[in-house]
């Protein structure tokens, strides 16, 4: 399984790391990816770190902002979310796909169906 955390509330210009902790599988055999979505919109790929070539991948919204990386040893990937917006507000996901489902990040950023799906922690940005 895969279980989100580290959402809250947050002011705008403000900073937020999310974690994404994988048991019962190893990360580095998956593409991982960070989702979001806001009321009333359909979910979005925002970050994704492919495990077959290293690639990374970041919607156009949040570049320059956010950071995705993975802990392999802990089994863990984190977003550090930086200057955060009240657009960015939204239930963050996380989802783990196959290497050989997914060639590269932005393939992971662009599914819609994955393997496992974490339970989503909602990121509130408000002041």
């Known amino acids: 399984q895969v279980v989100a955390s580290g959402g809250g509330l947050v002011q705008p210009g403000g900073s937020l790391r999310l974690s994404c902790a994988a048991s019962?599988?190893?990360?580095?055999?998956?593409?991982i990816g960070w989702f979001r979505q806001a009321p009333g919109k359909e979910r979005e790929g925002v970050s994704c770190i492919s495990g077959s070539d290293g690639s990374i991948h970041y919607t156009d919204s949040v570049k320059g902002r956010f950071t995705i990386s993975r802990d392999d040893a802990k089994n863990t990937v984190y977003l550090q979310m930086t200057s955060l917006q009240p657009e960015d507000t939204a239930v963050y996901y996380c989802g783990a796909d196959p290497n050989h489902h997914v060639p590269n990040a932005q393939a992971m950023c662009a599914k819609r169906h994955l393997q496992r799906w974490g339970q989503g922690t909602l990121v509130t940005v408000s002041g």
């Open positions: 019962g599988f190893t990360l580095g055999h998956y593409a």
